[in-house]
């Protein structure tokens, strides 16, 4: 009988293995497919201010997408990523432009307040026992709330000095351009690739990857082994968190300012570009690189669409009906593997 359980088990892994990399070649696949078709659609497409423009808009949906493929891997959602992020952002603004600081000290604000969030959303999870999608719809109104009346419900923009550094530089200068003059990549778009390095090292290569996959799969039997389930629950949302307020530096960045309405909706993207990518929403599986290719999925539809003059009701249609897809193609992967 433990024989017969071992060589199930033995051919059980190799099949979730592939039927993984499967679903990541399939989405670059994808991915290809759709470069291809818009080149051929439009001139436009393909010229390097447009490839610009898409990566750049890829940044602030992949590094919340990013943070999500942490919360989705162990079986959970989070909906306050994108109103995080404009909390993340405003508390920047306040503490650089009102309070005068300087700008390290308001990053650190930055990324001091997502990492709060996603601690109160862990033990909100982990402790309290409150279902994910409570907790953090919860922390996604509380946090909408918080950027409303913390600015005063005005956008607070950040100071540009005529000279020396800028707070816009973060996303929109380029270190590359200074390297390698003429390739100008802004530096929002090396920070998205710099954090998805990151996020695939803490994944893969260490206790907190392996934890995350191990609740994800099986939390009871994860419990059962002695670890320490509501701890690491923790963790990984604040990691979250974490990842959330880079989001919000690289959006305010971008803008310049911090719009305290803004945010509603990113979460929505980015677990759509986390789904598209072939993070299972049960659980247990999921991949830093596929999020990466989901993330560019969603912005070259949409610029794609943008650029064929689709009207914007049809674009939020056909972004639908591909998230429709993902998820069934996620399913119908759950069904072969099991």
């Known amino acids: 009988m433990n024989r017969t359980l071992a060589t199930q088990k033995t051919k059980r892994y190799p099949v979730a293995l592939n039927s993984g990399i499967l679903?990541?070649?399939?989405?670059?696949?994808?991915?290809?497919?759709?470069?291809?078709?818009?080149?051929?659609?439009?001139?436009?497409?393909?010229?390097?201010?447009?490839?610009?423009?898409?990566?750049?808009?890829?940044?602030?949906?992949?590094?919340?997408?990013?943070?999500?493929?942490?919360?989705?891997?162990?079986?959970?959602i989070d909906l306050s990523v994108g109103?995080?992020?404009?909390?993340t952002a405003v508390m920047t603004g306040v503490s650089i432009t009102y309070w005068g600081w300087p700008v390290w000290a308001g990053l650190l604000v930055g990324l001091a307040t997502g990492a709060l969030?996603?601690?109160?959303?862990?033990?909100?999870?982990?402790?309290?026992?409150?279902?994910?999608?409570?907790?953090?719809?919860?922390?996604?109104m509380i946090a909408k709330g918080l950027a409303l009346v913390i600015s005063g419900t005005r956008p607070v923009y950040f100071p540009t000095p005529e000279?020396?550094?800028?707070?816009?530089?973060?996303?929109?200068?380029?270190?590359?351009?200074?390297?390698?003059?003429?390739?100008?990549?802004?530096?929002?778009?090396?920070?998205?690739?710099?954090?998805?390095?990151?996020?695939?090292?803490?994944?893969?290569?260490?206790?907190?990857?392996?934890?995350?996959?191990a609740i994800g799969s099986n939390e009871e039997a994860t419990r059962l082994s002695g670890v320490n389930v509501n701890f690491w629950k923790i963790v990984i949302y604040t990691i979250t968190g974490l990842f959330t307020a880079v989001a919000g530096i690289l959006i305010s960045s971008r803008l310049n300012s911090a719009q305290p309405a803004l945010g509603m909706g990113y979460e929505l993207e980015a677990i759509a570009a986390v789904v598209i990518g072939g993070t299972s929403l049960s659980g247990?599986?999921?991949?830093?690189?596929?999020?990466?290719?989901?993330?560019?999925?969603?912005?070259?539809?949409t610029n794609g669409l943008r650029i064929m003059s689709v009207p914007q009701e049809w674009q939020t249609v056909v972004v639908g009906f591909v998230i429709f897809l993902a998820v069934y193609a996620d399913i119908l992967r759950r069904k072969k593997a099991s």
């Open 117 to 140: 969030c996603g601690f109160v959303s862990g033990v909100a999870v982990a402790k309290m026992k409150i279902p994910s999608f409570i907790a953090t719809l919860a922390v996604m």
């Open 163 to 213: 000279k020396g550094f800028k707070y816009s530089d973060i996303s929109l200068d380029s270190i590359l351009d200074k390297i390698i003059p003429g390739f100008k990549i802004p530096n929002a778009v090396l920070i998205f690739f710099c954090v998805a390095v990151i996020g695939s090292i803490v994944l893969s290569r260490t206790i907190i990857g392996r934890y995350n996959f």
């Open 83 to 87: 109103t995080v992020m404009t909390l």
């Open 284 to 301: 247990g599986k999921g991949s830093i690189l596929g999020t990466v290719i989901g993330a560019l999925i969603m912005s070259v539809l």
């Open 23 to 76: 679903q990541q070649l399939l989405a670059f696949g994808s991915l290809i497919i759709l470069v291809l078709v818009f080149s051929l659609a439009s001139d436009n497409f393909f010229q390097f201010s447009n490839i610009v423009g898409v990566l750049l808009s890829t940044a602030v949906v992949g590094v919340l997408a990013l943070g999500a493929t942490f919360v989705i891997i162990t079986g959970g």
